[in-house]
């Protein structure tokens, strides 16, 4: 895909560069091998929601760059909805501490976090109070 990037004077011409988004990582992850469901247990769980919060980072920035206007613009590009790419990006709402701490979680707790778990976390305000829910095992319930 070749995006135009906006210029503010029009005495400068656009520039075009060629950008490529992948559809793999809006695809929903499937089962292992063995053949445990796409509820069980799943090896590259953490990779997964690692992927797309590296991915809401991304698409953050080609629109802070105006490589992208809209995210209804970024969802045509990835073939998606947008309301997935709304959810992508309510990723960017976790607590820093939280986007640091899934890039370096041990793969054996990877299990207990899941894209609800962390979409739930991002709706709470308070990074405080994503951070000792998070650190709490992910108890959204009793929120």
Do not use: C
């Not at 992927?51 to 613009?73: K, P, Q």
């Not at 947008?82 to 976790?94: D, H, K, P, T």
């Not at 709706?123 to 994503?130: A, P, Y």
């Amino acid at each position: 895909m070749t995006l135009r990037l906006k210029t503010e004077s029009p005495d400068v011409p656009a520039e075009e560069h060629s950008a490529t988004l992948s559809t793999r990582l809006f695809e929903p992850p499937t089962a292992v091998a063995d053949g445990s469901s796409l509820r069980g247990h799943r090896p590259n769980r953490l990779a997964s929601v690692a992927r797309l919060l590296a991915m809401a980072h991304r698409l953050d920035g080609l629109i802070a760059d105006g490589t992208v206007s809209n995210y209804a613009e970024l969802a045509h590009y990835a073939s998606v909805t947008r309301a997935r790419i709304s959810q992508i990006m309510n990723l960017l709402n976790l607590a820093p501490a939280i986007q640091e701490k899934l890039l370096f979680l041990p793969a054996s707790e990877a299990v207990f976090v899941t894209e609800r778990t962390l979409q739930q976390l991002a709706s709470i305000s308070g990074w405080s109070r994503q951070t000792e829910l998070f650190g709490a095992g992910n108890r959204l319930a009793e929120a």
